[in-house]
Nanobody
Framework: VQLQAYGGGLVQPGGSLRLSCAAS????????MGWYRQAPGKQREVVAR???????NYADFVKGRFTISRDNAKNTVNLQMNSLKPEDTAVYYC?????????WGQGTQVTVSS
């Protein structure tokens, strides 16, 4: 599985960004897709995940602000991020899981700053 992430950038607090991730390869075997993030000096943490059936779960710190969606026809997963805060600043990584194997896309920087 190969993952290509798009989006990210610099945005002011309260603004919005949309991240997209295109999957290729053995995509029919993917059970779960999601987004993780890693801020400087911190461990990578899960942001949001979506199953092949469309079930979603979110980290508490993004609930109500971020929305994950999946387009199975286009083999993409998106993360709409609203009401961004400076503490959302991090490198965001697309993730796909097949059984217990994780696949990662390249990170994309999100910076929230005035």
């Amino acid at each position: 599985v190969q993952l290509q992430a798009y989006g990210g950038g610099l945005v002011q607090p309260g603004g919005s960004l949309r991240l997209s991730c295109a999957a290729s390869g053995s995509i029919s075997s993917i059970n779960l897709m999601g987004w993780y993030r890693q801020a400087p000096g911190k461990q990578r943490e899960v942001v949001a995940r979506i199953s092949s059936g469309g079930s979603t779960n979110y980290a508490d710190f993004v609930k109500g602000r971020f929305t994950i969606s999946r387009d199975n026809a286009k083999n993409t997963v998106n993360l709409q991020m609203n009401s961004l805060k400076p503490e959302d600043t991090a490198v965001y990584y697309c993730n796909a899981r097949i059984a217990t194997t994780h696949f990662w896309g390249q990170g994309t920087q999100v910076t929230v700053s005035s």
